[in-house]
């Protein structure tokens, strides 16, 4: 099989972008297009034909070596495909089924975390696509407890972006604790917040949703989906939020979403690592009972929760497609802000 494979790490050169770690070699293709045998399922598993997959921020991380994978890796954990072969034990799904895979790749069961229902927090937890193989691949294996059905009402590749984009930011919303009416904030207009953003006109229509972006053309895409008030972290929208949530790579714009949140305030951090430090002044940013929470990995009920909410409400995905062997191009694209919308890639095609 075809697949994308990192094989040590590199800071990604793109246009524009100063280099932040001399100490890594410099490329801008990280993944190197390799043949590799079709990996067979283990005890518990299944092999999945993948369709679409979804290219995500944490790739870059990774590459980069701010989340470290193992190495080699193939990257990627937003698949959607349909299972062709089944390990030992298999029973709850079957050959055929179309199933979609997510960064939750399998945790423990057994530790304090596991049982009360938070395995994003598990010790053991394992990530598809960084401590397991992913799928920038024509095929990968998965856990059958650990593989979702996708609404009937997407098509494969717009289905892909569902799986982290959107099922992390529903992450962040929840424990944001938003109430109905209340001013939120959304920072970055990526994958995920493009998603969100629907989901919060859908529980929440009495909310406000101010957007900050530094692209031109994510705030135009923010104002097509209905945020009341979309501009660049450096302009100073209407009102003060009372939740935020952060789906930027860099440091930066913390301190500028603390400024901007009532006394009370809460933002929620929806990003792996940053790319540049935080600095934060307590009177200045903290002070008045604002706090800041971060989102680690996901659980498998927030994937469910979230597919369902999507599948009812057709949440929109706007997306750009590239073959397996663009990834590269899809990630400087992405580290660049360029993507409007997801990026997928298509392994079978
Ligand atoms: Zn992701
Ligand atoms: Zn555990």
Sequence with gaps: MKAMVLRRFYEIEVPGEPRRYPELPSTSDPLELV????????????LIKVSACG???????????????????????????????????????KIGDRVGVAWVGWACG???????????????????GCDLDGCYAEYMVAYEDYVYSVPW?????????????GAIGYRALKLASVKDGM?????GFGASAHQIIQVVKHLYPNSKVIVLTRSR??????????????????????????????????????PRIMELLKPGGKLIVNVIRKRTPITLEYTKHLWMEKEIKTVANITRNDIKEYLEIAGKNKIK???????????????RLL???????????????
Excluded: M
């Excluded at 596991?114 to 010790?123: A, D, I, Y």
């Excluded at 001013?183 to 920072?187: D, K």
């Excluded at 995905?317 to 990630?331: D, P, S």
């Design 183 to 187: 001013a939120l904030g959304l920072v």
């Design 153 to 165: 009402n997407y098509e494969d590749p717009e289905a892909a972006p569902l799986l982290c984009g």
């Design 317 to 331: 995905i706007n997306y750009q497609t590239f073959k397996l062997e663009e990834a590269n191009k899809a990630l």
């Design 35 to 46: 043949e590799l045998p079709v990996p067979e399922p283990g005890p518990g598993q299944v």
């Design 217 to 254: 053309e994510h705030i135009e895409l923010a104002r097509e989906l209905g945020a009341d008030w979309a501009g660049t972290p450096q302009e100073n929208p209407p009102e003060k939020i009372d939740r935020a949530i952060d789906f930027t790579p860099i440091g930066e714009t913390i």
């Design 110 to 128: 057994s530790c304090t975390y596991c049982v009360s229902g938070l395995e994003n927090l598990c010790g053991d937890f394992k990530a598809t």
């Design 55 to 93: 290219v995500c921020h944490t790739e870059i991380d990774e590459i980069e070596g701010r989340r470290r994978p193992k190495i080699p890796v193939i990257p990627g954990h937003q698949a959607v495909g349909r299972i062709v072969k089944v390990g030992d034990g298999v029973s709850r799904v």
């Design 335 to 349: 580290k660049q802000g360029k993507i409007k919308g997801a990026a997928v890639l298509l392994p079978n095609t």
